[in-house]
């Protein structure tokens, strides 16, 4: 397969005004016909061939300006159909059969339980019809869908339905017409036996909206919470961006398979089931707290992604960092801000850094692909989310929102670019953003190391920083950033944020400080007394800081920063610091000594329980296996397991009445609902119950099996099953598992949930459980939910028994990738992840890992799987 690059990009020699479809539904044969109305590319040659995508497609007529083309006029081969000969202008009438039922890769037109449904980004329209399926070519659209009157009763699409009616052999039909000019990735089509469950919203300009859900029927008491979030959003976004949805009606659909979260097709939303069904006994308050971010994610697409576009797939960051910056600050507005934050962050730091520091590292805007479906990545996401809020916080609120109107404004109805965005801040603000830029093309998480003194006699602070952006693959050389620094000095007699005097200027108590230069010193004046710095508040810069703390600064930090999220980082400092004794113990055979500075920080942070308790769940949350590998130069995955349990049974141990007593303080009678405060409540005593479990504490078992008997609620039933599940006694765990899957057998999204519960188990049958529920009526690896919950899960999280030293855990996930490079190469691709990471682990893992890699490479290969394996061989 051939790299596209950024730097080739060209605009198309004819762009579609309009696009009028017909959709004659079928299993096996469903024939599309398109009329499309074509003309030159005002900045192009005339005589230019045209060239339109198309995969799969079997071609059945061709006709332009209604004359049928004589088999030497146009040419089709596997990627596209090329016409010799066109005029200035034209329409083109093509009529093409598909297959929906044989396509299992979920991209273009396909079947979930029965119902038709589409997915066309990045370029599934390519396998519905021969069209130039690119981002920068913008047609209204109408498309007529006709199915049978019995087995698809609802006929659904973009826009606004115009015309309905019966054909004869129990056939009928629906028109939509969608007015908002688009490109093809934004198309959408479902059809199926669906109820809907409907409401309004009234716009900021007094327009009344319908809004619907449309799920399966025995769905249909799950949406409220979607519609409830849908609302907020549709109103936040008013508020906050001044955006009013543009339509008269707005569709969610919800299926079965589908290879992400959700996609914002123009007024009709297509969602995995996982991201928009609720309900108490079903869904956690994760879950929940996802579906109320996906809803808003995709909703704001309606204005960052579809009425302002990518003009290619390089500038996809431009539509999703952007709106996931968006549904993050929605979030953190709906709910607890510094939570969301921690969440995010703490995610981030763990799962982007490694992608950045892996062989399939890349920019937040990369500059050559194989198979775009392969950059909807972490980098692109959340690295982009992190660049854009960096620019929030450089420009400021005001001027954000100044920058964002004109952004919106200047370019509705357009493709643009990054350049764009970046420039409408830049005017907006008067701020030179040239050097940030550099933020989208260079790969890798920079590194600073900080390094502070205080001058007693001079009252001054003199704080060191220096940057470096480590090589990735394909860029050796890294130019220094612009990175917002936000940062207090917090006195260590007073225990307060000192004010902050930066070359004879006031900057008050917590302040931004610029690093442009690889090196750079920042002398603060005037400073009272000796201060523990507390730098990168809020995580203000995508990036790894290192600063000398001891135990003691990291501990009153914890107990002093005005800044939550600084707070909460002092504790994973000191746990880190303790973990790193820990594991350097254990590989040398050494006898294991807790901490007591950590039991300590633990202790003050119990007895101040009237702290929000929300962000105390989260202090109280030790650093994750997979966090703890990131910081260790080669991971040994035994070691920092036993390091963490050791942590965990110790503050168990020392703290275990303290626990008891947070557990029963945060007990709640009142009936579920998922606001934050209950939210918080079970946070909080789930964290307490999770550290009596640690020690299999008999009145902590018994809570655990109270709590599942209980049945409150999924967040509560669920993890008393992961604590009875993860518990080194059967007679705790089989019982359980067995009540909850006969109980939850006709329901996918739990069964989901049962399965990756069971295949997280440290016990060393871990591996043994993944292969015999593979083998379970209800696993498909045709269903990416269930493919993600047994095989990603137990991969991705399951870290001592994926790692075993006899390779199983890298046989088993080769195997299924293997098979799945055939069915779906999308989810295959995503799935090699952690094989790709290798080079993190021992002479042994690697060897093993490797030759996996190898021999998946020696399969006929997907252009998908075939770009990440050989990265990662690379
Ligand atoms: N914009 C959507 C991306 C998406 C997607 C991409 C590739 C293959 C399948 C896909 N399904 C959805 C989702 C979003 O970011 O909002
Ligand atoms: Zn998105």
Redesign the pocket.
């Known amino acids: 397969p051939q790299a596209i690059h950024l730097s080739d990009y060209r605009p198309p020699a004819y762009r579609v005004t309009r696009t009028e479809l017909t959709f004659d539904l079928d299993p096996a044969a469903t024939r599309v016909k398109a009329r499309l109305h074509l003309e030159r590319h005002p900045e192009r040659e005339s005589g230019l061939p045209l060239r339109l995508d198309g995969e799969q497609l079997g071609l059945k007529a061709i006709a332009i300006d209604g004359e049928p083309l004589e088999a030497d006029e146009y040419e089709v081969d596997a990627a596209g159909l090329t016409v010799h000969r066109v005029p200035e202008r034209f329409h083109l009438d093509t009529e093409v059969e598909i297959a929906p039922e044989a396509n299992t890769a979920l991209?273009g037109l396909y079947q979930s339980s029965g119902m038709y449904c589409t997915?066309c980004?990045?370029e599934g329209f390519r396998r519905i019809t021969f069209y130039p399926d690119r981002p920068d070519v913008m047609a209204t659209f109408s498309t007529t869908v006709i199915g049978d009157a019995g087995r698809e009763p609802v006929l659904l699409s973009n826009g606004n339905p115009v015309e309905r009616g019966q054909l004869p052999g129990g056939r009928h039909f629906v028109t939509w017409e969608d007015p908002h000019p688009k490109p093809s990735y934004l198309f959408a089509l479902v059809a199926g036996e669906l109820k809907k469950v409907e409401d309004t919203f009234t716009t900021m300009s007094g327009r009344e909206v319908t809004l619907q859900i449309w799920v399966e029927e025995e769905n249909l008491g799950k949406t409220d919470h979607a519609m409830a979030s849908l609302k907020r959003a549709m109103k936040w976004d008013e508020e906050a961006y001044g955006r009013e949805y543009d339509l008269d009606l707005f569709m969610i659909v919800a299926v079965n398979d589908f290879?992400?979260?959700?996609?914002?097709n123009k007024g009709l939303n297509i969602f995995n089931s996982a991201a928009v069904l609720t309900h108490p006994h079903t869904a956690t308050d994760a879950a929940f707290q996802q579906v109320e971010s996906i809803v808003a994610?995709?909703y704001f697409?309606n204005w960052s992604g579809n009425r302002v576009t990518c003009r290619d797939w390089f500038q996809l960051s431009l539509k999703?960092g952007f709106?996931v910056f968006r549904d993050q600050c929605f979030s953190a507005d709906t709910n607890s801000a510094p939570v969301k934050r921690i969440e995010d962050v703490s995610f981030f730091r763990t799962a982007q850094f490694a992608e950045d520091a892996g062989p399939t590292a890349h920019p937040v805007r990369p500059d050559r692909y194989i198979e775009i479906?392969n950059f909807?990545t972490l980098t692109i996401y959340e690295k982009g989310a992190e660049v854009v809020r960096m620019l929030a916080n450089l420009v400021g609120e005001e001027t954000f929102r100044r920058g964002s109107d004109l952004y919106f404004e200047r370019f509705d109805g357009q493709a643009v670019t990054i350049e764009d965005f970046v420039g409408c801040m830049a005017e907006a603000s008067g701020l030179d953003l040239e050097q940030f830029m550099r933020w989208y093309d260079q790969a890798g998480t920079p590194e600073i190391d900080a390094f502070g003194e205080y001058d007693y006699a001079r009252g001054e602070y003199r704080l060191r920083l220096a940057q470096r952006t480590p090589a990735t693959p394909g860029q050796s050389d890294k130019q220094p950033l612009h990175i917002p620094v936000r940062l207090g000095l917090v006195g260590t007699k007073s225990g307060r944020d000192l004010p902050l005097t930066l070359d004879g200027e006031s900057l008050g108590s917590d302040a931004v400080i610029h690093l442009r230069e690889a090196e750079q010193e920042f002398l603060f004046t005037d400073v009272a007394e000796a201060p523990v710095p507390s730098l990168l508040r809020g995580f203000s810069a995508p990036v790894k800081l290192r600063f000398p703390y001891g135990r003691e600064d990291l501990a009153f930090l914890l107990a002093n920063d005005s800044d939550g999220f600084n707070r909460w980082d002092a504790g994973q400092r000191l746990a880190m610091l303790a973990l790193d004794d820990l594991i350097a113990a254990h590989r040398n055979g050494v006898e294991k000594v807790m901490d007591s500075r950590v039991v300590e920080a633990f202790r003050g942070l119990l007895a101040a329980e009237s702290d929000d308790r929300a962000v105390l769940a989260e202090m109280l949350t030790l650093p994750s296996e997979a966090y703890i590998a990131e910081q260790q130069p080669l991971v040994d995955v035994d070691a920092i397991h036993a390091a963490r349990t050791f942590v965990k049974q110790g503050l168990a141990t020392a703290l275990r009445d303290d626990f008891l007593r947070v557990y029963r303080d945060n007990q709640q009678g009142e009936a579920y609902a998922p606001t934050p405060e209950q939210i918080a409540r079970r946070s909080l005593k789930n964290v307490a119950l999770s550290y009596l479990m640690a020690i299999e504490d008999e009145e902590g078992i018994e809570l655990a099996r109270e709590q599942f008997a209980a049945d409150h609620s999924m967040t509560d039933v669920r993890h008393a099953l992961t604590l009875l599940t993860h518990s080194s006694r059967d007679e705790l765990s089989e019982p359980a598992l067995k009540a909850f899957g006969e109980k939850w057998a006709h329901d996918p999204l739990v069964m989901d949930q049962w399965f990756a519960i069971q295949v997280t188990r440290p016990q060393p049958d871990a591996l043994d459980r993944v292969k015999f529920l593979m083998e379970h009526p209800a696993f498909s690896l045709k269903n990416p939910n269930r493919v993600r919950a047994l095989i990603g899960t137990f991969a991705g999280q399951n870290r001592v028994n994926f790692h075993r030293l006899d390779g199983a855990g890298y046989r088993l996930l080769a195997d299924v990738v293997i098979e799945l490079n055939r069915l779906n190469p999308?989810i295959a691709a995503r799935l090699i992840t952690p094989l790709t990471r290798w080079a993190r682990f021992d002479e042994q893992r690697q060897a093993l890992m490797k030759a996996e890699l190898e021999r998946i490479r020696a399969e006929k290969l997907s252009p998908n799987v075939y770009e990440v394996v050989e990265k990662a061989l690379a």
């Open positions: 991209e997915q980004e990045a290879n992400m979260g959700a996609m914002e994610h995709e697409h999703e709106t479906t909807y999308e």
